[in-house]
């Protein structure tokens, strides 16, 4: 490293360094007082630990006072409290009590404590011969309260199958769970798993707490081959001795030709899925009163959504009539790995039986085409655990709506949806809890952090539409305050969303197709006579949304103005839109961007000789496609783990059905293999990155991830590798135990802190 180089990463990294210290809100719960004007909210935070390699996570508290139309008051706790090695906390219904899961680590327990409002009320420890760590991420999660509060049910990795035991005598008959000096442990049969960040996980199971006798048992009448998340408990029968969950089940036969494969499932919507239901495991039948059918549906998981295709998140609503979910039926019938989602409902029996079929009703249907400025359709990666207004019909949901995030409030009785986030806002916002009429949420910008506010109805003003307008109130914050560094850096910088035609719409393009995409854009001062960074979002069907993220400030703080483009075939566009890619990358995608591209040199927005470009994943892909189809345009790019030859990955990657459908469209599906013919891999290299990487003259930098599975190193090395055999400029960073995001504190940190001073030195040479 030169001299300049090396104080450039100084200077840099103190930077960085002041971005990484300012933490995260990872989830929110709401708690009214019997005081109807105040109410408690706890946050649960997270704050990279460089040193650890980890993250510390904590829990701060507000007390929020609301004095009709004085202005919000808020009293927060004086420090927060570290929670070490905890997994995940679940408050109770009524909010009395707390789950605290501190998930086993190097063969210890599992732990679960039951906390009430003064002490640990009750710990269970739950050895490995049970069941393996509990699942705490976004997808197959589910810890869920009875409504008595007196079972606790949840998803963990079933426990391992026992594996041979070897002798200098030969094979051990007998089962002995201990090993000695004299023995060995050989290996069991190998198992399919999720793939991309579900390494060793294949087999999410559903478990049942008694919290006073600490029995643990595992649901009976589910299939071995089926996956099972996102469990919740049915509301008390009429009756009051039926216990039903109802939870998510993944059957594992998704692979091609109906083959017996677990595709990869992270990110991955388009994985078949149907609502089941299934009685505790603690609620035996009454052999006196129970008929057979009965009996037989009391050990048996029933399918509650036959023929859908799709069905998540099931929420009941707070009196119990309504099963609501959202639908990925879309994806799953096209093959795109997101697509645009549905809502629909079960009308709920107050003693519903097995054999009583279920109808299910739609509330917001696909949006195909939206109109201008209209609703795009859902998209909604997550839902919370308790999304509903005090008038048990109304939900709130995070949606993505063109190029930011909104809140919408849908009528699931009338199918009504209604964007309740202010309507003239470029800001990005996102639900964190709802109590009562009161929603605590975030607002935030590419270069304004997160911001709390906490909305509400305001019945005395009326919007547009002749509803009552909500109205937000800004929650004074200690959580996310920037340095006055950062806001300095930050200050001068402008964000605008711009609207880009399409170039050249061909006439086989649907209407949706044709409509303008929007880039994201964020200024310097003098932005003409800065350096721009072109940032592209992987998916493709994916998105990038006018939130804050701290890599994107941290670039716009290093002097350069950020365009963030949403291609076609992004999310948050209507579907036509979204299926207009299928079967066009490396062609319309690219296209796009560089339309985005010109939009703003045209405009004068900026310098056209110093542009760099940087992407993840199929982002990485259009980086690596765009110094290579348009050589001429950037001084400079960075790509982390790209998909630069899809003809390698097929082979290697944990979605081979994602090569397929973004190479040759979806209706190739029904001849997709695990061994392509010669014409498959014949398109797959044409549709590639590494069919232009002779025309390559920018400089690259590579970030890579040594434990990707979704799109393993082999491709970024087999590309860098090329590239520096054609004496083309690249430089190759590996992160040995990063996945695909490359998100572990340290590596982040270096990810970008290496960007900055790549980017900084060829633009400066541009």
């Not at 099972?228 to 594992?252: R, Y």
């Not at 703003?600 to 992407?615: C, Q, R």
Request: glycine share 6%; net charge negative; proline share 6%.
């Amino acid at each position: 490293m030169d001299a300049m180089s090396s104080e450039e990463y100084a200077s840099q990294s103190k930077l960085m360094q002041e971005f990484t210290n300012v933490p995260s809100i990872e989830s929110a719960w709401l708690f009214k007082s019997n005081n109807e004007d105040r109410s408690t909210a706890m946050f649960s935070i997270s704050q990279p630990d460089l040193l650890a390699n980890n993250k510390r996570k904590y829990i701060l508290h507000s007390h929020i006072v609301t004095h009709g139309t004085m202005p919000l008051e808020c009293h927060w706790s004086p420090f927060p409290i570290e929670m070490t090695r905890v997994s995940a906390v679940v408050p109770s219904p009524s909010g009395s009590k707390l789950l605290v899961v501190r998930n086993r680590e190097k063969g210890s327990r599992t732990r679960l404590q039951i906390v009430n409002q003064s002490h640990v009320e009750k710990e269970i420890h739950v050895d490995q011969s049970i069941h393996g760590p509990l699942y705490t991420d976004e997808w197959f999660q589910g810890i869920s309260w009875n409504h008595e509060e007196t079972f606790i049910a949840y998803i963990t990795e079933q426990p391992p199958q026992p594996k041979p035991a070897f002798n200098d005598a030969g094979y051990r008959k007998e089962i002995s769970s201990e090993e000695d000096c004299n023995s060995w442990r050989g290996q069991e049969d190998w198992e399919e798993d999720w793939g991309e960040t579900y390494s060793r996980k294949g087999r999410p199971s559903l478990f049942v707490l008694d919290i006073a006798s600490g029995e643990v048992r595992a649901a009976r009448g589910v299939a071995k081959s089926m996956s099972v998340g996102q469990v919740v408990w049915a509301p008390p029968s009429s009756s009051g001795h039926q216990k039903l969950l109802v939870f998510v089940g993944w059957l594992e036969h998704n692979g091609f030709q109906g083959t017996a494969r677990k595709l990869g499932i992270k990110y991955c919507s388009n994985r078949a899925c149907s609502l089941y239901a299934i009685h505790s495991p603690f609620e035996e039948p009454n052999a006196d009163n129970a008929s057979v059918s009965e009996s037989v549906s009391a050990s048996v998981a029933i399918n509650l959504t036959p023929g859908m295709g799709s069905a998540l998140f099931p929420r009941f609503s707070k009196d119990g009539k309504l099963l609501v979910f959202l639908s990925s039926k879309r994806a799953v019938d096209t093959g795109a790995h997101n697509a645009t989602d549905s809502l629909h409902r079960i009308n709920w029996p107050s003693d519903w039986k097995a054999e009583q079929q279920l109808s299910v009703a739609d509330v917001v249907p696909v949006v195909m085409c939206p109109q201008d400025g209209c609703f795009p359709g859902l998209y909604c990666s997550s839902m919370l655990s308790d999304p509903w207004l005090s008038d048990h019909c109304t939900m709130v949901l995070t949606s993505t709506w063109r190029s930011t995030e909104v809140i919408l409030s849908i009528d699931v009785l009338s199918g009504e949806v209604t964007r309740i986030s202010p309507q003239d806002s470029d800001y990005s916002w996102s639900t964190l809890a709802i109590s009562g009429n009161n929603v605590l949420s975030v607002s935030s910008s590419p270069i304004d952090p997160p911001q709390i506010r906490y909305g509400c109805q305001a019945s005395s003003t009326e919007d547009h539409d002749g509803r009552c307008a909500w109205v937000w109130d800004e929650v004074t914050s200690p959580l996310t305050a920037a340095s006055d560094k950062v806001k300095a850096l930050l200050s001068d910088h402008k964000l605008s969303i711009l609207r880009i035609p399409v170039p050249d719409p061909s006439d086989e393009l649907s209407d949706g197709g044709r409509l303008p995409f929007e880039a994201i854009f964020v200024s310097c001062e003098d932005s003409s006579q800065k350096p721009t960074v072109l940032i592209l979002h992987g998916g493709p069907h994916s998105t990038s949304v006018s939130s804050y993220s701290k890599s994107s400030a941290f670039l716009a703080s290093l002097g350069f103005n950020l365009l963030i483009v949403n291609y076609r075939g992004t999310l948050g566009y209507g579907e036509e839109a979204l299926q207009s890619l299928p079967g066009k990358v490396g062609s319309q995608d690219v296209q796009d961007c560089l339309a985005a591209l010109d939009h703003v040199i045209k405009e004068g927005l900026v310098d056209a000789s110093k542009v760099a470009v940087v992407g993840i994943s199929h982002g990485g892909f259009l980086t690596t496609h765009l110094i290579g189809q348009a050589s001429e345009r950037f001084a400079v790019a960075a790509a982390r783990n790209p998909v630069c030859n899809l003809s390698l990955m097929v082979g290697t990657t944990d979605i081979p059905d994602w090569c397929y459908a973004v190479a040759c469209g979806t209706e190739v599906r029904r001849l997709a293999s695990e061994s392509p013919s010669l014409d498959h891999l014949r398109i797959f290299h044409q549709k590639s990155p590494i069919a232009h990487i002779s025309k390559v003259k920018a400089p690259l930098l590579m970030l890579l991830g040594g434990a990707d599975l979704r799109v393993p190193m082999s491709n970024g090395l087999q590309y860098a590798r090329t590239l520096r055999e054609r004496g083309g400029e690249v430089k190759t960073i590996m992160f040995p135990e990063d996945t695909h995001e490359i998100d572990i504190p340290r590596s982040d940190f270096e990810s970008f802190l290496n960007m900055g001073v790549w980017f900084k030195k060829y633009l400066k040479e541009s």
